[in-house]
Nanobody, 122 residues
Framework: VQLQASGGGLVQAGASLRLSCAAS????????MGWFRQIPGKEREFLAG????????RYGDTGKGRFTISRENAKNTVYLQMNSLKLEDTAVYYC????????????????WGQGTLVTVSS
């Protein structure tokens, strides 16, 4: 499975941004999907995961409240809506796919996307 993340960029603090991740080369509905981010010098951090049919969603501590994950199986795409962005949200954001029922951590990931950079400025 190949994952292509997009939608990153430079935004001001307080703005919203929606990331997209398009999957190809496999059966999208066979995988739970998720989003992570990595700040330079820090470990990759779990933000949100969603199961195959969108019935179960998990958020990491950072993702709760301001981030919303969703998927559109007809388009083989998973999204991450980010609101009220802060300076500390500056990071490379990665999408991921897992064979597990609900992706909720890096140890479950079978496939990683290439990452998209989000930079939040003041």
């Amino acid at each position: 499975v190949q994952l292509q993340a997009s939608g990153g960029g430079l935004v001001q603090a307080g703005a919203s941004l929606r990331l997209s991740c398009a999957a190809s080369g496999g059966t999208f509905t066979s995988y739970s999907m998720g989003w992570f981010r990595q700040i330079p010098g820090k470990e990759r951090e779990f933000l949100a995961g969603i199961n195959r049919r969108s019935g179960i969603i998990r958020y990491g501590d950072t993702g709760k409240g301001r981030f919303t994950i969703s998927r559109e199986n007809a388009k083989n795409t998973v999204y991450l809506q980010m609101n009220s962005l802060k300076l500390e949200d500056t990071a490379v954001y990665y999408c991921a796919a897992s064979d597990d029922y609900v992706l909720s951590g890096a140890g479950q990931v079978n496939y990683w996307g290439q990452g998209t950079l989000v930079t939040v400025s003041s």
